[in-house]
C-alpha cells in the first residue's frame, strides 16, 4: 500500500514524515530522492543539464541555488521543472517493494495529481494556513497564498483525526483527498495524529 503525504508548503509535511519515520514505518520523501538523482550524471542532473543549460549545473551536481531563483520566480519554468522530475519521481515510488505500507511525502502532488495517476492507494492532506503564513519559506511560495482551499464537500467527521473529502487547490485541478489532517494547533496535536492514522492503516481499519 502506498499512501501519498500532500499538502502546502509550510503544513507540517516534514514534521509529519518525521513523526512516522521515528514510529518504525516505511517511508519515502520526494525531496530526498531528487536530490540524491541531482548528483553529477545522475538522472535529474542530465535532464536538468539538458531542459536549463549547463549554467544551472556544477561538475558535481545540480546547482540547487541558481536553479531554485529561476523555477521560484518563474511558474513556467516551475512547471516544466516539474514537468521533467516528476516521471523520475513516479518511476522510483513505483520501484517500492509493494509487500509493504508505504508513506510518501509528495508536495508536487496538489499541483500535478494526474502526473500520478494510480500510484496511490490514499492520499492524505495536511492543512494549516495559519502555520504557512508563518513559515520561514513563505516568502519564496508567496504566489501560493493566492490559491484557495475549498471543501468541494463538506468534511464528514468519522473519528476524532480522519476527515474524509475532496480537495480543490485550484480550479484546475481538483484533487481527491482520502484523509484530511489539519494542523493548527501544535506538534502534539499533529503527532498524535498522524500517528493514529497511520495505525488504522497499518492495521487496514482504513481501506
Known sequence: MK??????????KSAAMQYIKEAGYNTFIADEYVHSIYKANKPGYLAIKKAFGPKY???KEVNRKVLGSLVFNNKLALKKLNKIMNPLIKSAILKLPKNKTW????ATYIFYPQDFANVFDKVLFIFS???FKKNSQSKKFSY???????FVDKPK???SSIFNIDNRISSDPIINVDIFVNNSKNKKFLKNNILKICKKINQHIIK
Open 3 to 12: 499512501i501519498c503525504i500532500t499538502g502546502q508548503p509550510g503544513s507540517g
Open 129 to 131: 494556513q495559519q502555520n
Open 57 to 59: 549545473v556544477t561538475s
Open 103 to 106: 508513506f510518501i511525502e509528495l
Open 157 to 159: 467527521k468519522t473519528s
Open 144 to 150: 501560493l497564498k493566492k490559491i484557495p482551499t475549498i
